[in-house]
């Protein structure tokens, strides 16, 4: 075995046995270096800390050195940092400390003065002390007392408790006890209580208070039943302030008194105050109620459940207001009110469809007003669409405003519907039951003196309209439920209804589609009494006479909803649907039971689900196609959008992991067009350009990997990664000087890089020695500007490739800022744009800045727009457009720009003017804009 073996060995029975005490021989340097037991070494650290076997300092320094190595987070390295003192803080921080204690200690003070003062509220309190509730005496608080109990300190013991006298020590306690109970003061009659509190003294916070106090005591009695008295305590409390809850709480209590006009003038307050507060829409609704304005508590209650469909005190005041509204209409009808019927031609139930809206679903059933939207006139018949000839003239449909939710089967029997036999013999002739409204309608309509029907402006009904292939007596029975439903008068119409079918059922007619029309209008009265069974029971019969009918199906969902038999109901939803993909109240319902079916069933409730019928296509025939909303095309472009991302997204990660692969490989060429992929999707990830630029130097392209380490830098201004490559790629450049100053940025950042260390040492030999060979590594030239006359030239010598101007040579081909600056500055000088702009034709846009870097300034600038205007722009437009890109990027650039005298100013816009006029496909006018808001 080993000595590292035994080494192995010997840590591990350290480290298991971590709990007995260190041995000497442990505490030595050798022991310690070797040690990998961090427990252990953190257990001998505290042996060496404690003193117990010496004090060694360099010793503890070493061992808390070898632990850090290994665990830096290791709690045996934490110290306790020593309490603060005056001395170990600085001279303004210890006197900010003092100044914040000088300032609780008067802030202490002023709460201290404020509670004494407090004493005036309880003088208040004690000033209007009420009875104690439930007696008719009240307690003196001066003769109040409270006594003190006598304790034994130590028990009785168990033998004297064997000698205890129970009958002597009770007398012995009676006839010791004194009686010093004050007086009871008896009061007769109920006290008065002050309604008003003056609190003029008070201030606003003091008010606030004493007003939340005086409301909680009419609260308290409030829920003791005593009215009156938390009435008076509400008083108390808007004397102080007047408050929307003390208003509402008051309301009740005055409608609990049944002072009606009191409720209404505390609810009408809250109104004027806070603008739709359901509390006092719904107490204002019970006023109405019990004063008899059944429309106006009708109206209330509406306005309730539009913002609160769950309220089922509203729903339940709103099936009593509106029974009542029934009841009184046909008594202000027989008051002496006529109603004359014209002739008119009706059209068929269906005319309204096709300009249908149907209203939210959280409007509840009920309450139909002369206003209402053409659904909510319109008839209720079949929805399928047929000839204008075949009037039906019915009832509305509950799709429009019934609220399905609350409105559950009372077991409504339907007996009271069923025919008599008087009926029957009836039906030949015309006449109904009751030989009422329609009727004398009937006879008044003959003489031509016509009024509208129902009361409403404007329109018309005719009793004896024909309607489809039923002969005269059943049509007029059908025109007559028609208007008693449109009246309001559910239970006439239905029995309208009935009558017409026992009629079609003995005449023998075949015309399933009037009978379809019957059973839908009887279902939607048996839907209005709600009676969902028979509902349920009637559109079925529909449905089997003319299958796929909207109304129907639309009918009987909300009867299966109102039962709760919630599948059912999606079933026929998600028909309509099919029908028709505009009922919004369809939608809404599919909405609303999908998360009920969630909450009942889990995640597995469309599997429960029956199944759901296939609407053929000749019963979408009538569907209306209409264009997409903003909306919903803005929708459809926001989910594309966010597919495309998405699939962008995975495409991306992808080829990134793919060139990631590649570089392990040292495939670079691979990578390289992988990470070329990369930057045509997110053409702003910084980190696909340090790695295509690791390539670049891999495959020594290292102008390339130079521009990847500049956009990076654009992009995230302090990378170290970019840093360091592009220093290398300037050190394959030979350029020295700037491989230098990134690199000393890298360690500026990071001091422990050690690569960026020996890069620096090896370009600090290089430099020095470029600069003692003359620098041929970047060799000056030296621009000499001769001033002539005439038609002598300006040369610049020492330039290989050179372009003529009108008097002035220029170097096309500079290798750095300086000669790029003494190129430009002669042109300036000169005044030649021709020069340049073939300058800027040979320079790459994106090196533009920093060419520009240390030159800019507001001539410069004027003199490149003159030239791009003059000479470039109709040449190559989008040469144009990216030098101007990449110009706003230079340093000090938005320094020059707000420094640009006027003229210069009218250069650039005169420029951009040109530059949005021109054709090119590589750039819009809006990019042009935008490019130009940058400028100007």
Same mark, same amino acid.
């Given at each position: ?8 060995? +010997? ?110 509220? /309880? ?57 010093? $109970?004050?007086?009871? *003061? ?25 007003? &939340? ?41 005055? *409608? ?17 105050? %806070? ?23 009708? %109206? ?47 059209? /068929?139930? &269906?005319?309204? /469809? ?27 018949? #079949? ?14 449909? %509950? ?41 004398? +309608? ?19 009904? &005719? ?18 439920? &028609? ?80 039962? %709760? ?25 599919? @909405? ?8 009942? $069933? ?40 966010? /597919? ?46 340090? @790695? ?26 302090? @990378? ?9 790629? @300037? ?128 001539? *410069? ?64 006018? #809006? ?10």
């Amino acid at each position: 075995m080993n000595a590292d073996a035994v080494f192995s060995l +010997q840590n591990q029975s350290t480290s298991t046995d971590c709990s007995g005490k260190v041995p000497v021989e442990h505490l030595d340097y050798e022991y310690i270096g070797k040690c990998k037991d961090v427990k252990y070494l953190e257990k001998i650290l505290r042996v060496l800390r404690s003193g117990d076997e010496g004090i060694y300092p360099h010793l503890i320094n070493f061992c808390e050195t070898h632990l850090e190595r290994l665990d830096p987070r290791s709690r045996a390295l934490r110290k306790e940092n020593p309490v603060a003192t005056a001395a170990s803080l600085s001279n303004d921080e210890w006197s900010q400390i003092v100044e914040e204690l000088k300032m609780w200690q008067e802030e202490t003070k002023k709460t201290e003065n404020l509670l004494k003062q407090q004493s005036m509220l /309880d003088d208040l309190a004690k000033e209007n002390m009420p009875p104690v509730r439930g007696s008719n005496c009240s307690v003196s608080l001066s003769q109040t007392s409270v006594s003190k109990e006598k304790r034994n300190p130590l028990p009785r013991d168990y033998r004297e408790w064997d000698k205890f006298d129970v009958e002597k020590e009770c007398e012995r306690i009676n006839g010791n006890v004194v009686k010093n $109970d004050p007086p009871v *003061i008896i009061n007769k009659g109920h006290p008065k209580i002050k309604a008003k509190v003056d609190a003029s003294l008070l201030t606003q916070q003091e008010k606030l208070l004493l007003a &939340n106090r005086e409301k909680d005591k009419g609260n308290e009695a409030f829920r003791a039943n005593d009215y009156e008295e938390a009435v008076a305590y509400y008083c108390r409390s808007l004397s102080i302030i007047p408050t929307v809850a003390a208003y509402n709480n008051r309301a009740q209590a005055e *409608i609990n008194l049944k002072h009606w006009h009191n409720a209404m003038r505390d609810c009408q307050r809250v109104l004027e105050l %806070e603008t739709g507060n359901m509390k006092a829409l719904l107490r204002r609704a019970t006023v109405h109620y019990h004063m008899g304005n059944f429309q106006l508590a009708a %109206e209330d209650l509406r306005t309730v459940l539009r913002e609160e469909p769950q309220n089922g005190a509203a729903n339940q005041l709103l099936f009593k207001a509106e029974k009542k509204m029934r009841e009184c209409q046909p008594e202000k009808q027989l008051k002496g009110k006529k109603i004359l019927i014209q002739e008119v031609e009706e059209d /068929d139930d &269906n005319s309204n /469809d096709e300009n249908a809206c149907p209203v939210e679903p959280i409007q509840p059933v009920g309450g139909e007003e002369s206003s209402a939207t053409p659904v909510e006139r319109g008839d209720m018949g #079949n929805a399928q669409k047929k000839p204008h000839s075949r009037g039906d003239g019915g009832p509305h449909s %509950e799709s429009s405003n019934s609220h399905h939710g609350h409105w559950k089967s009372k077991g409504a029997n339907s007996d009271k519907y069923k025919v008599t036999q008087e009926s029957k013999e009836k039906v030949t002739n015309g006449t109904g039951k009751r030989g009422s409204t329609a009727s004398v +309608q009937a006879d008044q309509s003959s003489s031509g003196k016509g009024t509208s029907a129902g009361g409403n402006a404007g329109e018309t009904v &005719n009793l004896d309209a024909p309607c489809g292939a039923l002969p005269p007596p059943l049509a007029r029975l059908k025109n007559e439920g &028609n208007l008693l439903f449109k009246n309001g008068q559910f239970a006439d119409a239905l029995e309208k209804y009935s009558l017409a079918i026992q009629g079609y059922t003995d005449s023998g007619i075949d015309s399933p589609e009037d009978l379809c029309i019957l059973y839908s209008n009887r279902a939607a009265c048996y839907l209005k009494d709600g009676n969902s069974q028979d509902c349920i029971q009637d559109c079925t019969r529909a449905l089997e006479l003319q299958p796929f009918s909207l109304k129907p199906l639309l009918r009987r969902a909300m009867a299966y909803e109102s039962l %709760e038999r919630y599948r059912q109901a999606y079933v026929d939803y998600k028909t309509v649907l099919q029908i028709d993909i505009s009922v919004q109240a369809a939608h809404d319902s599919v @909405n609303r039971i999908t998360r009920l079916l969630i909450e009942q $069933d889990g995640t597995e409730w469309r599997e429960k689900l029956p199944d759901i019928p296939l609407v053929p296509l000749s019963a979408q025939q009538h569907r209306r196609e209409e264009p997409p909303s903003a909306e919903v095309l803005q929708a459809r472009a926001e989910k594309a959008a966010r /597919d495309a991302e998405r699939k962008a997204e995975v495409r991306f990660a992808g080829l990134k992991q793919e060139g990631n692969d590649f570089v392990k490989k040292g495939q670079y060429q691979n990578a390289l067009g992988k990470y070329t992929e990369c930057l045509k999707l997110k053409p702003s990830e910084c980190a696909i350009y340090t @790695n295509r630029a690791l390539c670049y130097l891999k495959l020594e392209r290292f102008t390339e990997a130079k521009q990847d380490c500049d956009a990076a830098l654009k992009l995230e201004p302090t @990378n170290k990664k970019a840093f360091y490559r592009r220093a290398l790629a @300037n050190k394959g450049l030979k350029d020295y000087l700037a491989c230098s100053s990134d690199l000393q940025e890298v360690l500026q950042q990071d001091p422990n890089v050690q690569e960026a260390e020996k890069e620096l040492e090896e370009v600090t030999v290089l430099l020095r020695q470029s600069l003692a060979n003359g620098s041929p590594a970047k060799p000056r030239k030296t621009v000499a500007i001769t001033e002539v006359e005439g038609d002598e030239e300006t040369t610049i010598p020492n330039s290989d490739s050179s372009c003529r101007g009108e008097d002035l040579t220029v170097n096309l081909q500079p290798t750095n800022a300086y000669e790029f600056g003494q190129a430009l500055n002669a042109a300036r000088c000169n005044g030649n744009t021709a020069a340049c702009a073939d300058l800027l034709a040979s320079t790459t846009p994106q090196m533009l800045p920093q060419l520009l870097s240390t030159q800019l300034d507001g001539p *410069i600038i004027s003199f490149i727009m003159q030239a791009l205007d003059s000479h470039l722009l109709e040449k190559d437009p989008n040469l144009v457009y990216q030098h101007l890109n990449y110009l706003h990027t230079a340093d000090r650039f938005s320094v020059v720009l707000m420094l640009l005298e006027k003229d210069e100013r009218c250069h650039m816009t005169q420029l951009f003017e040109h530059l949005s006029a021109a054709e090119c496909t590589e750039f819009t006018k #809006n990019d042009v804009q935008n490019l130009a808001n940058k400028y100007i």
